[in-house]
Every structure is written in structure tokens, then in C-alpha cells.
């Protein structure tokens, strides 16, 4: 009879060291969770929030659907983008995801000028074998 309340009281005591064991597992996930994920997420939101609310007339934009233009008006919610001589289209503050600088406008034309260079080059060749047959 003594042993078998023996038996369960080591039973409870190794069941409640597993339960400290769990919570303390649990906190550690929760906070490289927080660290990882949830607080550099919070730190991108805020920081395109700011760059929103930063937007003025003449700022070169890229949105979210991959629109090139340049801010014509700025409103509450909408902005004015001329995406050509003459046209303009209205579109949501936040789906501007980024603001063009210059230095980004020239490395994109650098690159732009190689790309077409290749591929004239590639032109030139195919143009010459066909002539010789």
C-alpha cells in the first residue's frame, strides 16, 4: 500500500518539472517570433507609412503594380501620378511602394544602355549570317 503512494507522488513530481520545462520552451519560441518576424514587420510598415506621408509634387514613384510616374497632386488618400505627357491617373497613397532618387534613376539607364547594347550587338550578328546565304 505504501508503495504505490510512493510510486504516484515521484509520478506528479516528474509531471510538474515537465510543465515549468513546456512554458519555458513556449516563452523562448514566442520570442524569437517576436524578434524575427513580428518586430521587423512593424519596423517596414512604419517606415513606408513615413515615406507616404513624406510624398510631395515632383517626387518620381514607383507603385505596387510596377507604374512608373511622377506626382502631379497630393491629396488625403489619393495621389496624382502623370505617367505620360498629359495623362494622369489617381491612385491610392498606399500603394506608392517606392520613391525614385536620382542615383537609382541613373544606375536603371546604365543598365538599360548595357542590356540594349547586347542585344543590338546580338541584332548585328544574325543580320550578317543571314546576308551571307
Known sequence: MFISEAY??????????????????????LLIFYFFLIRPQQKKIREHTDMVNAL???DEV???GGIYGKIAKV???????????GVVIKVNR?????????????????KAEKKTEKSEGKTKKTTKTTKNK
Do not use: H, R
Not at 94 to 110: C, F, H, Q, R, T
Open 56 to 58: 510631395k509634387v515632383g
Open 94 to 110: 498606399m500603394s506608392i511602394g517606392g520613391v525614385i532618387l536620382p542615383e537609382d534613376k541613373k544606375v536603371a539607364d546604365k
Open 8 to 29: 504516484a507522488a515521484a509520478q506528479s513530481a516528474v509531471n510538474a518539472g515537465s510543465m515549468s520545462g513546456t512554458f519555458i520552451q513556449l516563452g523562448l519560441i
Open 62 to 64: 514607383l507603385t505596387n
Open 75 to 85: 491629396e488625403d488618400e489619393e495621389v496624382a501620378l502623370e505617367v505620360a505627357s
